[in-house]
């Protein structure tokens, strides 16, 4: 199975911050990966595909990079509605492995 | 619009089954395979298995297998996820999601949660 590690697990920062969420993976994915958020109670949303396709009605600020094991997401501008926690997901091979969250605080 | 729809909370004893359905709508559930996902109250998410409706065919986490079976009723567009033998840890809440044809999941049920309990 491939395995997906996030960093950093929680993140505490402010309204107009650039914040980076960092996902690895054990082997290879190409770009085959999801980024999505998550806010209490609710399902998970899906944010970016295929590593940095953002999603339609996804705000700009929010983008997508990497191939092969290293992939990021940026908040270019951070705003008090992206609280939650963000999850990375291949879909390169089955099972399709989540990386285990990164619990974003604003400040 | 795509809108996929959960049946309601169960609450289940040790050893027990439980079968959860999702309903889809706005699209034809023949064409997208439809994937699930659980929640531990507090922890991350965890695939489970995926099921081509059209097929039939399932793939399950390895975790699983053994105690999953997906199945889908195409006449009423529902995919359904049992899970047998129910232990304390299978509390969660379980999650039914469309993928597209390259595998990203894009629509999500509401999810359903299941307690386990005695």
């Known amino acids: 199975d491939i395995q997906m590690t996030q960093s950093p697990s929680t993140l505490s920062a402010s309204v107009g911050d650039r914040v980076t969420i960092t996902c690895r993976a054990s082997q290879s994915i190409s770009s085959w990966l999801a980024w999505f958020q998550q806010k209490p109670g609710k399902a998970p949303k899906l944010l970016i595909s295929k590593a940095s396709n953002l999603e339609s009605g996804v705000p700009s600020r929010f983008s997508g990079s990497g191939s092969g094991t290293e992939f990021t997401l940026t908040i270019s501008s951070l705003q008090p509605d992206d609280f939650g926690t963000y999850y990375c997901?291949?879909?390169?091979?089955?099972?399709?492995?989540f990386g285990q969250g990164t619990k974003l605080e604003i400040k | 619009q795509v809108q996929l729809v959960q049946s309601g909370a169960e609450v289940k004893k040790p050893g027990a089954s439980v079968k959860v359905s999702c309903k889809a709508s706005?699209?034809?559930?023949?064409?997208?395979?439809m994937h699930w996902v659980r929640q531990a109250p507090g922890q991350g998410l965890e695939w489970m298995g995926v099921i081509n409706p059209s097929a039939g065919s399932t793939g399950y986490a390895h975790k699983f297998q053994g105690r999953v079976a997906m199945t889908r009723d195409t006449s009423t567009s529902t995919v359904y996820m049992e899970l047998s033998s129910l232990k304390s840890e299978d509390t969660a809440v379980y999650y039914c999601?469309?993928?597209?044809?390259?595998?990203?999941?894009?629509?999500w049920g509401q999810g359903t949660l299941v307690t386990v309990s005695s």
């Open positions: 999601a469309r993928a597209v044809p390259v595998g990203y999941l894009d629509y």
């Open positions: 706005g699209y034809s559930v023949t064409t997208h395979y």
């Open positions: 997901q291949q879909f390169n091979s089955h099972p399709y492995t």
